[in-house]
């Protein structure tokens, strides 16, 4: 099953299951070490 990101209609990006998963994952570390920088 493909990957589609967009913003609004415009799709930004279509990668490969592999690099979806890749990037996915380093958003959520950005976003844990986010959490963990703000409520400090």
Do not use: C, I, K
């Amino acid at each position: 099953m493909s990957q589609y990101y967009d913003l609004g209609e415009q799709p930004l990006w279509n990668p490969s299951n592999g690099a979806s998963h890749l990037f996915l994952s380093q958003v959520r570390l950005y976003e844990a070490e986010l959490a963990r920088v703000m409520t400090a």
